[in-house]
C-alpha cells in the first residue's frame, strides 16, 4: 500500500469562469476564501482576463483535509465573505487522496452574482455642520452615524462611523457599508433593545383591541411575545431570534396579517408585520446620529436621535445639518460685525428672560418693580408678577467692554449705592476651544483689588493669557464657546433680605496692580448710566420657623416652612368631625367639607389644589367637581378660586367675583383659610380608602449652580417653591367609630 503524502507543498487550483456573461468587460477583481476545519482563512485575488477566465491557486504546507471555497467581490474581507451569500462549495478530504495538486471544476460565474458583486460593499460619505439652535457652529464634537433596524417592537443599532467636529462644527464620515448577508451572519452581530417609539406606536393599534394582548415582552426579541394572539405552541415555545425563528417569520407574518388590525401608518413607519423584514439585504444604510461634547461635562450626549428621525436609504454624498440641545457649548459668532468692539453695555436677561420682560427694567412694564412678567394679569392663571431666589445668573449681551479690564457691581437698597454683600458675586468660569487640546476652562473669580470686589473683563483676559485669540491674530488658536460666555455676574440673592434692589455695573482700568479710571458703564443705545432691578423672596425651611406642631411638618411630606404653608384643619360629613385615620360611611346625599390653609408669608402665594387618591392610581381634583364651592373662613380672605377651576390662583384673586372676598392689589396674595363644599358622593364615588392631598405653591423662580452650570427653575415644585399636605380617611369600608353613630344611624333612617 502506497502511503499518501502529509507535508510538502500542496496547491488548491480554482479555475473561474464569466465568460457567459454578455458584453462582459473585467471591472472588478474576484476573490477567492477557502476555509480549512481549523477555521484558518486563505485568500487570493484573481483578475479576470478579456475573456471572462482566471485561475487562483492557493498553496497549503500540510495536506488540506476538507475545505469550503467561497467566491465573491475583492473588496469583501476573508471573514466578510464568509457572512456573505455568495457562491460557496465544499471540498471534501477524500478528493485529495495521493495528489499534491488538486484542480476544482470551472467555478461558473453567474450575471446575478457578477453585477450584484458590483455594489455588495460601497464606501459612503457623510458631511455635515452641527450647531445650536441659534445657528452657532459646535467644535470638538464626537458625532457617530449609525445604521438602524427595527423589528416589532425593538430597534438595534450599528455603528457605522464617528467624527470631531472641527473649529465651524463640521464633520465627515467616510464608511464602507456590505449587503447581501446569511441572516445568521447578520444576527450574531447586532444587539437589540426595546425600543420606546415602536412600543407608542405599536401601543395606539393593539391597545384599543384587548382581545390582542401581546404575551410577555422582554429586553430582547423573540416570537413568542405573539402566543396570546396565535395561540401557536411552536411560538410558544420560542425563547430566541436566531435563524431556525427568521425562518418563521414569512409564515408567521402570514398568520398575524389575518388577525391584526389593517395599519397603514405601521406600514409606512416599516414595522413588522406590517412591513416585509429582511435588513440583512439592505444595501443602503438608513442612518441615525448620536452627539456628545466634552463641555460642562465630559461626553455630554447633546444629541440621541430615535427611530423617529430615520433617514431612509441616504444618498452618496449625505449632506446632514444637526441642531442640538442647550447642553452643547457653541462657538459664539458674530451676527452683525463688529461685535468685540464697543464701549457700552446691554444688560440683557435674568434666568434666562429678557429684562424686558422684568418690571421697572426699559423697556418692560413700569409694575410690578423687580418681578418677571410684569403687567396686567389674566384670570385663571399663575405665571405671572415672579420674584428671584437662589443664584441667578445675570447675563449681558455677546461683545465685551472696550477700554475696561475690570468691573465691579454696587447695588441700592434706597439707602444709596453700595459694593455688594460679601459672597453675592460669584465666581465663574467660561470655556474656550483650544486647537489641538479641545475645550479648556478659563476662570474668572471675583477678587479685591485696590479695596474694589471686582472680576476680569475676557478682552484683559486675552491680552494676558497664552492662546492666541480671533482679537489678537487672523490665525488664533483658541475661541471661547458659549458656556458663560456672556455672563454678567452670578448674583447669590441669598446675601440679602427679602425685597426690591437696583443694581448696576461700574468699570475699571488697571495700572501697575491698581485699579484707576473708574466708569458707570453706558448702555448702548441712548448712552445713559447702566442699571437694572429686581426683586428677592427666598424661602426659609427650617424646623424653628415658626410653624404650628399640628402641621407635623418634616416627616418627609410637609416642609417645615411657611412660604408657603399648608394644612388641612379638618373635614366634615354632614357637620360631623372626620379624623384622620377615621371612617365614615358613604352616604347619598350627604355633604363633605374640608377646612383647609394655604399661606405665603411673604403674599407671594402662586396657585394651590386639593385632590383625592384612592384604589389603584385613582385619583380627581375635588375643586372642579359639578357641585363644588369654595369660600373663605377668614373674612376679606380672597379664595383665587371661581367655579370650574381646577385651581385657586393668583389670576382669579386679582380679579375675583364677588362672593369670593376682596380683590388683592398686585403683586401680593397670601392665601387664606379656605372651606370646600362639595357633595360626598362626588368627592368619593366609591367605598374605599382615600388620601385628601392639598398642594400650595409660591411664584418664585429658583436659580442654582451646579460646578460651572447656572440655571433657574421656572416651574412649580415642592423642593424649590412649594408645600404639601396629605389628610387619610376611610369611607364606606368598616363600621364608623363611636363618634357620630347617631348622625350617621339617623341619617341612613332618613
Not at 395606539?204 to 430582547?220: A, G, T, Y
Not at 437662589?390 to 459694593?419: N, R
Not at 380679579?655 to 357633595?679: H, K
Request: net charge negative; with cysteine; charged share 20%.
Amino acid at each position: 500500500m502506497v502511503k499518501e503524502q502529509e507535508c510538502g507543498r500542496f496547491e488548491l487550483v480554482v479555475p473561474l469562469d464569466a465568460s457567459g456573461i454578455d458584453n462582459f468587460k473585467p471591472e472588478q477583481d474576484v476573490k477567492v476564501v477557502v476555509k480549512d476545519v481549523e477555521g484558518i482563512l486563505r485568500s487570493q485575488n484573481v483578475s479576470l482576463d478579456k475573456g471572462g477566465r482566471g485561475t487562483a491557486t492557493l498553496e497549503f504546507t500540510d495536506k488540506p483535509g476538507s475545505l469550503v471555497v467561497f467566491v465573491g467581490p475583492a473588496d469583501a474581507s476573508e471573514e466578510e465573505m464568509i457572512g456573505l451569500q455568495t457562491l460557496t462549495f465544499e471540498i471534501p478530504k477524500r478528493l485529495w487522496a495521493d495528489k499534491p495538486i488538486l484542480e476544482f471544476s470551472p467555478v461558473i460565474i453567474h450575471p446575478y452574482y457578477w453585477f450584484w458583486w458590483l455594489h455588495w460593499c460601497r464606501s459612503f460619505t457623510i458631511r455635515g455642520k452641527i450647531t445650536c439652535a441659534n445657528g452657532n457652529p459646535v467644535p470638538g464634537a464626537e458625532v457617530c452615524a449609525y445604521d438602524v433596524d427595527w423589528w416589532f417592537l425593538w430597534s438595534s443599532k450599528q455603528q457605522v462611523g464617528c467624527a470631531t467636529t472641527d473649529i465651524n462644527g463640521l464633520f465627515e464620515i467616510t464608511f464602507r457599508w456590505c449587503c447581501g448577508w446569511w441572516p445568521w451572519w447578520w444576527l450574531q452581530r447586532r444587539t437589540w433593545q426595546l425600543d420606546d417609539v415602536l412600543s407608542e406606536h405599536i401601543g395606539k393599534v393593539l391597545n384599543p383591541r384587548p382581545e390582542l394582548m401581546l404575551s410577555q415582552i422582554d429586553n430582547q426579541p423573540g416570537l413568542a411575545v405573539f402566543d396570546k394572539i396565535l395561540g401557536n405552541e411552536e411560538v410558544r415555545k420560542t425563547s430566541s431570534f436566531k435563524t431556525p425563528e427568521i425562518n418563521r417569520l414569512p409564515n408567521l407574518r402570514a398568520q398575524l396579517l389575518k388577525r391584526l388590525p389593517a395599519a397603514p401608518e405601521l406600514e409606512a413607519q416599516r414595522i413588522w408585520p406590517w412591513y416585509h423584514w429582511s435588513p440583512w439585504q439592505d444595501c443602503t444604510p438608513d442612518i441615525i446620529f448620536k452627539v456628545s461634547q466634552d463641555c460642562e461635562v465630559d461626553g455630554k450626549v447633546i444629541l440621541d436621535e430615535t427611530i423617529s428621525d430615520t433617514r431612509w436609504n441616504i444618498s452618496n454624498p449625505l449632506d446632514v445639518s444637526l441642531i442640538v440641545n442647550g447642553d452643547a457649548c457653541c462657538r459664539p459668532v458674530c451676527q452683525n460685525p463688529p461685535c468685540d468692539e464697543r464701549d457700552c453695555l446691554i444688560i440683557d436677561s435674568v434666568c434666562g428672560s429678557p429684562f424686558t420682560q422684568v418690571g421697572g427694567n426699559p423697556g418692560a412694564p413700569a409694575t410690578p418693580v423687580g418681578y418677571l412678567n410684569p403687567g396686567p394679569v389674566m384670570a385663571n392663571t399663575h405665571n405671572y408678577h415672579r420674584p428671584f431666589a437662589g443664584i441667578i445668573p445675570i447675563v449681558k449681551d455677546v461683545t465685551d467692554l472696550t477700554g475696561v479690564d475690570y468691573y465691579e457691581i454696587e447695588f441700592d437698597d434706597g439707602s444709596g449705592w453700595a459694593p455688594l454683600p460679601s459672597g453675592a458675586a460669584v465666581d465663574f468660569k467660561r470655556r474656550y476651544w483650544k486647537a489641538g487640546t479641545g475645550a479648556q476652562l478659563a476662570s474668572f473669580p471675583f477678587i479685591d483689588i485696590s479695596g474694589h470686589n471686582v472680576v476680569e473683563t475676557r478682552r484683559h483676559y486675552e491680552s494676558h493669557h497664552t492662546p492666541t485669540w480671533p482679537n489678537e491674530s487672523v490665525l488664533p488658536d483658541a475661541w471661547w464657546l458659549s458656556a458663560n460666555y456672556s455672563m454678567l455676574v452670578p448674583i447669590n440673592t441669598r446675601k440679602f433680605n427679602d425685597g426690591t434692589y437696583r443694581f448696576r455695573v461700574v468699570g475699571w482700568q488697571e495700572s501697575s496692580g491698581s485699579l484707576v479710571n473708574s466708569v458707570i458703564v453706558p448702555l448702548c443705545g441712548d448712552k445713559t448710566e447702566n442699571e437694572f432691578v429686581l426683586t428677592f423672596d427666598n424661602r426659609v425651611t427650617n424646623a424653628l420657623v415658626s410653624h404650628a406642631a399640628s402641621h407635623n411638618c418634616g416627616q418627609g411630606v410637609h416642609l417645615c416652612t411657611s412660604e408657603p404653608d399648608t394644612h388641612i384643619k379638618a373635614v366634615r360629613v354632614d357637620g360631623v368631625l372626620v379624623n384622620p385615620c377615621a371612617t365614615v360611611e358613604l352616604m347619598p346625599g350627604a355633604t363633605l367639607e374640608i377646612d383647609f390653609i394655604v399661606h405665603d408669608s411673604d403674599r407671594h402665594l402662586a396657585y394651590y389644589t386639593l385632590s383625592a387618591s384612592w384604589g389603584l392610581n385613582q385619583s380627581q381634583n375635588l375643586l372642579n367637581l359639578p357641585g363644588a364651592v369654595m369660600s373663605p373662613i377668614s373674612a376679606g380672605a380672597q379664595t383665587g378660586w371661581a367655579p370650574g377651576q381646577a385651581e385657586g390662583n393668583y389670576g382669579t384673586a386679582l380679579s375675583p367675583a364677588p362672593f369670593q372676598g376682596a380683590a388683592v392689589i398686585a403683586p401680593y396674595w397670601e392665601g387664606g383659610e379656605y372651606r370646600l363644599t362639595v357633595p360626598m358622593s362626588q368627592a368619593f364615588p366609591e367605598p374605599c380608602c382615600y388620601q385628601l392631598e392639598l398642594w400650595a405653591f409660591k411664584r418664585t423662580i429658583v436659580g442654582s449652580q451646579s460646578g460651572n452650570v447656572f440655571r433657574c427653575d421656572h416651574g412649580f415644585h415642592v423642593g424649590s417653591n412649594g408645600n404639601k399636605t396629605e389628610y387619610s380617611i376611610g369611607v364606606g369600608v368598616c363600621p364608623s367609630p363611636t363618634k357620630g353613630v347617631e348622625l350617621i344611624s339617623e341619617h341612613s333612617t332618613k
